[in-house]
């Protein structure tokens, strides 16, 4: 009797030690990495939902929270006593309140370190709770009633602009339906139709709204990404153009600086001798090396600027290959002293305390150009309010977390402006004054360190910036 595994092998298949590979073996081989690409592109997706569903989740979370508290008790008295329906739970509604109360403190919670990356779970969870399981639910409970049915439609489309992310919203949307049916055959319910549409009809219903609501909102996405795209592509080009006349003339300020001296020597040379030139007052030569360090110093800037254009627009990325040991307090100091001030008042409203000083791999130059955005965008809105002042400092924790914080006491951000400081080309400023550039940049670089910034802001009151840096195993502690 021939062993029926034999039969599995090919002619001229062999393994690395000579033996013959089954060809079932040899197909389970050859699938694993598919499955594994396959996973990691599913894994990748969801990820990816997940930021943006908590993205923009975070800048109305306290609005939803708001409608939930008083739409859970109002449509409990409509329900209950105004138009009765054939079930209603005053104590269910009674935890949909309680699930929505912390959301009123969402900007509280986002400041507390060690609870603050469980918010955006905490938000899905309620999503969850609240719409799709809370409705599916009910509308079981009164029997597909019409009311019930139109209400768990509407509920749907609200998770379509608030979770705005389509997989998102299509997959928390099945999950909490699911939910709700366990829940109603658990509690021993029998389904009943009311009306004349039963629930197969419904659900197809409810699919088509949330495919067509959810393809509407990537359809918008996608005309915005095509946008920015072009505009980015556009700016990369200008910045790219512009380097090199820009090279030239800091090249050229910089021969005249370095000439100027046997120039002015020559021309006192050739007064001392009664040559015939022409007078020239000793302050216009003063004059002139000011020009030329204006020249040097502004090109410099507008190069950082260039530079900032062409990482934001992908056309240039940070190169980590020279990245070396940097102290931040070092940087801290070098940044306050070069950077521009307009006056001595401008510059006595920057407090900095110090702190216990911290290494970190990356840039001292591309750190102070980070403090260099912070600075400019924190004296523009102090200016603008005549009051306020920055503080700058630097902490360390037992658990080896590394930060500096950048604060002022400006008008602070508006909550619908905040989720959005980032964004490259984005800009709070008025038309004209501001490129958005400049946040997207420090993030970029902060990213790059292997860190994470995050800003924390009170509309009237303050705005903190927060940078946070892996700790180096051997760095020393002060």
């Excluded at 000579?18 to 592109?41: D, M, Y």
């Excluded at 505009?231 to 990369?236: E, N, Q, Y």
């Excluded at 001392?272 to 003063?286: G, Q």
């Excluded at 502004?298 to 190069?303: A, I, K, P, Q, V």
């Amino acid at each position: 009797m021939t062993d029926s595994s034999e039969t599995e092998y090919k002619s001229g298949s062999t393994s690395d030690a000579g033996q013959k590979v089954p060809r079932n073996e040899r197909r389970k081989t050859a699938a694993t990495p598919f499955f594994h690409a396959l996973a990691s592109r599913i894994s990748s997706r969801l990820i990816a939902s997940l930021q943006q569903s908590a993205s923009y989740g975070r800048s109305i979370m306290a609005t939803f929270a708001i409608i939930e508290i008083i739409g859970q008790p109002l449509y409990y008295y409509m329900w209950h006593d105004l138009y009765p329906q054939h079930y209603e739970n005053l104590w269910l509604r009674a935890v949909c309140v309680l699930f929505a109360i912390p959301m009123l403190f969402e900007r509280n919670i986002s400041r507390m370190r060690d609870v603050e990356p469980w918010l955006t779970l905490y938000w899905l969870f309620a999503l969850v709770f609240l719409l799709p399981f809370f409705f599916f639910f009910m509308t079981l409970m009164n029997h597909l009633s019409a009311v019930w049915a139109l209400s768990t439609l509407a509920a749907l489309m609200l998770m379509v602009i608030l979770v705005f992310d389509w997989l998102m919203t299509i997959l928390l949307s099945v999950i909490g339906a699911l939910l709700a049916w366990l829940v109603f055959k658990l509690v021993g319910a029998d389904l009943q139709v009311e009306n004349d549409i039963p629930l197969p009809v419904l659900i197809s219903i409810y699919s088509f709204g949330i495919v067509v609501g959810s393809a509407i909102n990537y359809k918008a996405e996608l005309v915005a990404r095509e946008k920015l795209a072009a505009i980015t592509d556009a700016v990369g080009t200008m910045a790219h153009e512009l380097r090199t006349p820009l090279l030239g003339i800091r090249s050229g300020a910089r021969g005249l600086s370095t000439y100027l001296p046997a120039i002015i020597e020559g021309y006192e040379l050739a007064r001392k001798h009664d040559l015939p030139v022409k007078r020239i007052r000793r302050a216009h030569f003063e004059q002139m090396q000011s020009v030329l360090d204006r020249i040097r110093t502004e090109s410099e800037y507008t190069g950082i600027v260039l530079d900032m254009l062409l990482v934001n627009s992908s056309r240039a990325a940070i190169d980590r290959s020279v990245f070396v040991r940097v102290d931040i307090n070092q940087c801290i100091n070098k940044s306050l002293e070069r950077y521009p001030f307009h006056s001595p008042q401008e510059k006595e409203r920057v407090n900095w305390l110090g702190g216990p000083s911290f290494s970190f791999v990356g840039s001292e130059l591309l750190m102070v150009h980070v403090m260099f955005n912070l600075l400019k965008n924190a004296i523009y809105y102090l200016a603008r309010q005549e009051s306020g002042e920055i503080t700058i400092w630097t902490t360390r924790s037992d658990s080896g977390v590394n930060q500096l914080h950048f604060r002022d006491t400006g008008p602070g951000i508006r909550p619908e402006v905040l989720p959005r400081i980032f964004e490259r080309f984005y800009s709070g400023m008025p038309r004209g004054q501001g490129t958005g550039i400049g946040l997207a940049f420090v993030r970029l670089v902060i990213d790059s360190f292997g860190g994470h910034i995050r800003c924390d802001s009170v509309w009237g009151e303050y705005t903190e910036f927060t940078m946070s840096f892996p700790e180096i195993p051997d760095d020393g502690r002060d």
